[in-house]
């Protein structure tokens, strides 16, 4: 089978020494502001050898756009301002110069990304490279004194202002964070086994709660495909009822591809984190509970975990329940090579029903 042959690499370069963590932003309000019309110009031409050769005011440049870019260079929202201010197009002048239009900024969101007006509704869906959505349009330039010649009225005095740019308020969503989603209890070991697996560094401590945002790590196989994995912050029972970070959590879980459940072996009865993950699912509704997934039990390397993981097999009815060990490195191999597995079946059966 092809999904066997590809292994996981492992990565060449060095983890960073940055201390602080990066973190990734699937969801983003920002504010875009078209850039403001050049203003027009009152003038008139003085020759040498005719004072009063008429008006040469100039038009205003027009304000640029704002323009959201789907593109392959960006993985999430983190570069994205929350004000995105277009420039302004430049003053008309003497001599019929007019002003310079303004360039517009373009500003590149991943691919997949969902745009979202205040009132919820789905304004673009940019789901293919180079897409381009116009957030907010600029002004047009203002018109000089020589548009307002006529034959009533040769010597006007008169210009137009340049209008402002609209000003738009959107939701940036992506529609797909991660193929993988690890989901587990709080001090499951999800960040441990995210750290284990790839270059990224989630915070680590022996409480509650420590992730508060999600992290993205990359595995790279040998087959030059990469899996993005998403370290999410732990549930808890009723999260359904948004408690803990649970309407959040959920909505970043929905985001993922194939869901990896992350039980904690060394603790009593850790079937029951399995059922009480499951309903919060069910409970959350939509598609989330069918998603393609995949059990590991960790923390093997204590005392308690043996027993329990023989009776965890038999109280989910599941025989590929995968035990690791993310702080001791156990059967990580083995995961990465199950994780292709059921993502490449995922795969080709999307492309059967499409």
């Known amino acids: 089978n092809y999904c066997q042959i590809a292994t996981a690499l492992r990565p060449k370069k060095g983890k960073s020494t940055r201390k602080e963590a990066q973190y990734f932003s699937d969801a983003k309000k920002v504010r875009t502001v078209g850039g403001k019309g050049g203003d027009g110009c009152v003038s008139f031409l003085?020759?040498?050898?005719?004072?009063?050769?008429?008006?040469?005011?100039?038009?205003?440049?027009?304000?640029?756009?704002?323009?959201?870019?789907?593109?392959?260079?960006?993985?999430?929202?983190?570069?994205?301002?929350?004000?995105?201010?277009?420039?302004?197009?430049?003053?008309?002048?003497?001599?019929?110069?007019?002003?310079?239009?303004?360039?517009?900024?373009?500003?590149?969101?991943?691919?997949?990304?969902?745009?979202?007006?205040?009132?919820?509704?789905?304004?673009?869906?940019?789901?293919?490279?180079?897409?381009?959505?116009?957030?907010?349009?600029?002004?047009?330039?203002?018109?000089?004194?020589?548009?307002?010649?006529?034959?009533?009225?040769?010597?006007?005095?008169?210009?137009?202002?340049?209008?402002?740019?609209?000003?738009?308020?959107?939701?940036?969503?992506?529609?797909?964070?991660?193929?993988?989603?690890?989901?587990?209890?709080?001090?499951?070991?999800?960040?441990?086994?995210?750290?284990?697996?790839?270059?990224?560094?989630?915070?680590?401590?022996?409480?509650?709660?420590?992730?508060?945002?999600?992290?993205?790590?990359?595995?790279?196989?040998?087959?030059?495909?990469?899996?993005?994995?998403?370290?999410?912050?732990?549930?808890i029972p009723e999260a359904h009822r948004n408690k803990g970070l649970g309407i959040q959590f959920l909505k970043h879980a929905e985001r993922c591809t194939l869901l990896l459940f992350v039980l904690d072996a060394s603790a009593p009865e850790p079937w029951r984190q399995y059922e009480q993950l499951m309903h919060e699912l069910e409970q959350f509704g939509g598609r989330l509970a069918s998603r393609p997934q995949l059990v590991v039990a960790n923390k093997m390397d204590m005392s308690a975990s043996a027993a329990n993981y023989e009776q965890l097999l038999k109280e989910l009815n599941q025989c590929n329940i995968l035990g690791i060990s993310a702080k001791m490195g156990q059967n990580l191999a083995q995961l990465l090579t199950n994780i292709r597995a059921v993502y490449e079946r995922h795969k080709a059966k999307e492309q059967l029903e499409h």
């Not at 116009?134 to 210009?159: H, L, M, Q």
């Not at 070991?189 to 420590?210: D, E, H, I, Q, W």
């Open 46 to 235: 003085q020759l040498w050898c005719n004072e009063r050769a008429g008006p040469d005011g100039g038009d205003g440049g027009n304000g640029g756009h704002i323009i959201f870019q789907a593109s392959n260079d960006v993985r999430n929202f983190n570069h994205v301002s929350s004000v995105l201010r277009a420039p302004e197009g430049g003053i008309g002048s003497a001599k019929d110069c007019h002003g310079k239009n303004a360039k517009h900024l373009v500003i590149k969101v991943p691919i997949g990304t969902i745009v979202r007006n205040t009132k919820g509704l789905i304004v673009a869906d940019l789901g293919h490279a180079d897409l381009m959505f116009v957030a907010a349009r600029g002004g047009a330039g203002g018109k000089g004194n020589r548009f307002f010649t006529s034959d009533k009225e040769t010597s006007p005095k008169v210009c137009e202002y340049g209008p402002p740019g609209e000003d738009c308020s959107y939701t940036l969503e992506l529609r797909s964070m991660a193929e993988v989603g690890l989901i587990g209890f709080p001090n499951a070991g999800k960040s441990t086994l995210l750290n284990a697996l790839t270059r990224a560094k989630p915070k680590v401590a022996p409480y509650a709660f420590t992730t508060l945002r999600p992290h993205l790590g990359t595995v790279q196989y040998d087959d030059y495909v990469q899996l993005t994995i998403a370290d999410l912050p732990g549930l």
